[in-house]
């Protein structure tokens, strides 16, 4: 039974900074795609920032390069998105999901993720 629990989310100003955490449990693979993806009210689902945690590789959206990073601790079973920088149009909810026991983590969308956490809500106001 794996899950993935999201926090960290909260209310900034533009300008601000948060960090989000996710945390792992009950897998047994060294080799995931973990992603982070946010959604705002009437809008589709996006995919932010995405990596290999047997490699370290990382990818981002164009809207969040040079802002947003995302990070593992592998002793913790957690990865991370530190965000800077912060723009009303960050404002979503974001998640976390897993690809579990790939080989790949480029080119992915959010039906290979199989795992999904509830979400933790980010607030960027002007």
């Known amino acids: 039974q794996v899950q993935l629990v999201e926090s960290g989310g909260g209310s900034v100003r533009a300008g601000g900074s948060l960090r989000l955490s996710c945390a792992a449990s009950?897998?047994?693979?060294?080799?995931?795609?973990m992603g982070w993806f946010r959604q705002a009210p009437g809008k589709e689902r996006e995919g932010v920032a995405r990596?290999?945690?047997?490699?370290?590789?990382?990818y981002y959206a164009d809207s969040v390069k040079g802002r947003f990073t995302i990070s593992q601790d592998n002793a913790k079973n957690t990865v991370y998105l530190q965000m800077n920088s912060l723009k009303p149009e960050d404002t979503a909810m974001y998640y976390c999901a897993a690809v579990w026991n790939t080989n790949r983590c480029a080119n992915r969308s959010p039906v290979d993720f199989g795992t999904w956490g509830q979400g933790t809500q980010v607030t960027v106001s002007s």
């Open positions: 990596i290999y945690t047997k490699s370290g590789s990382t």
């Open positions: 009950g897998f047994t693979y060294s080799s995931n795609c």
